[in-house]
């Protein structure tokens, strides 16, 4: 999407594709069995919105992405939303310095997003005085989200270019052709004779 | 641009996330469940659709293979049987003799079936939900588990759904004892690998004969797990840096990872 403004809609299927990501990290099993890690796709989406988006959709995204997160989750309610928060909006803030139309910088951004996520809910949760579920192992689950969150960041923008076209309203743009300023040659019908 | 913008919904939402990082346990629990109540449809509709794979593959089945696996399944009922027939004569006999020495009866496990709806979607903790809550009698601390073995226990009670905190995740530690040797130690999480089914087995004491391949019961101290439910079977043993005491991994009996199915035990 990257020059295309967010509209109402494009809100509205963000917060449809978190509500699914979550239902879908808790439902599927496939990559915990094969890899042994969750991926999570919430931290790319908030990123994307951040790109994009504006800052309601961005803090929309983040609270409710991190509350039904949480909901599915033993982690304490608010946390994800939290650590989600902090990251879209610094995202936000610096998204003019950002070449955000192209692969690499939205390769990179979906790659910090992934990583600094797991982290700050991991400070969170310690913060609270719970015991997570912690190795060496972690460094590779920590790993595998962080370049799962960096492909399907410009992914994201992929999809969203398709479903602008599919769904969003686009005005047909003017020809340059004009009837009414057509320059008629030859003879001219109004002249004296 | 100006951060005035910035400054205002930052903290507005900062502001909602430490009111609800605040809520008392109960209050954000119960919200927890509510929430979570949201993806209940479609959970449903995942669970139909799998019904009905099942179904058509089912369908699918040539009439020599449902012969043939009739024919095992009489055999395996008649084997089950036998095996009934022994512990009820068994079980007679135990409870004459406690009659006999004036000792509390056990009371027969009542169970009641669950679907296992989704898992936990952070890394860091091992639960999942099932599909009995408040409305089925299940209470908090309830035991789950399956003809393999122990699952774990029911932390959180919804009306239709509940919670349950998985063997191996930091918030499921209990007593448990070896088979043979009746020495007992904790089931702990173990941190050390990426095989969720391996969990630490620890402060058993020194002179125990521990050895690998031994099998790991529930030892009922505590008032959580009734005695005897398997948690698994021992890999490996080492005495923890002091030589205090022995650590184990216990390798679980119920494969966590691809529960479709559990029991809920009911008092």
Known sequence: MGAVSMSRINTLGLLGLAFLAVFAESYLRGMRNLLGVQIDLLPSLVAYAALTGGLPTVVLLALLGGMWFDSLSANPLGISALSLLVTGMIIHYYRGLILRDRFYPQFLIGLGASAAVPVLTLLGILGTWTEPLLGWWSIWQWIVLALVGAVFTPACFGLSQWFNRVFNYVPAQEASFRADREIDRGRDPHADH | MSKRPYYLAGGAAMLVVLIVLQLPERTANQLKLTLGG??????????????????????????????????????????????????????????????????????????????????????????????????????????????????????????????????????????????????????????????????????????????????????????????????????????????????????????????????????
């Open chain 2, 38 to 267: 949201l993806f209940l449809p479609l959970f449903g509709l995942a669970g139909s659709g799998e019904g009905l794979v099942q179904e058509t593959a089912q369908a699918l089945t040539t009439r020599g293979q449902l012969l043939r696996q009739v024919t095992e399944l009489r055999e395996l009922n008649q084997r089950l049987q036998l095996q009934v027939t022994q512990l009820q004569e068994a079980w007679r006999e135990n409870t004459r003799l406690k009659q006999a020495l004036g000792w509390q009866q056990n009371a027969g496990w009542r169970l009641k079936p669950a679907r296992v709806l989704g898992q936990d979607p952070a890394n860091w903790w091992r639960t999942l939900h099932i599909s009995l809550g408040a409305r089925d009698g299940v209470r908090t601390d309830a035991p789950v588990l399956t003809a393999d073995g122990l699952v774990g226990r029911v932390t959180d009670v919804g009306f239709t759904r509940s919670h349950v905190v998985m063997v191996g995740d930091p918030g499921c530690r209990f007593s448990a004892l070896v088979q043979e040797t009746r020495d007992k130690g904790i089931i702990t999480p173990d941190a050390s690998t990426l095989d969720h089914l391996l969990v630490g087995f620890t402060f058993v004491p020194i002179g125990a004969g521990l050895r690998p391949g031994q099998w790991v019961l529930t030892s009922g101290d505590g008032g959580v797990f009734p005695k005897g439910i398997p948690v698994g079977q021992v890999v490996d043993i080492q005495t923890n840096e002091f030589g205090l005491y022995l650590e184990a991994r216990v390798r679980l009996s119920v494969n966590l990872n691809r529960l479709e199915e559990v029991w809920v035990l009911f008092p």
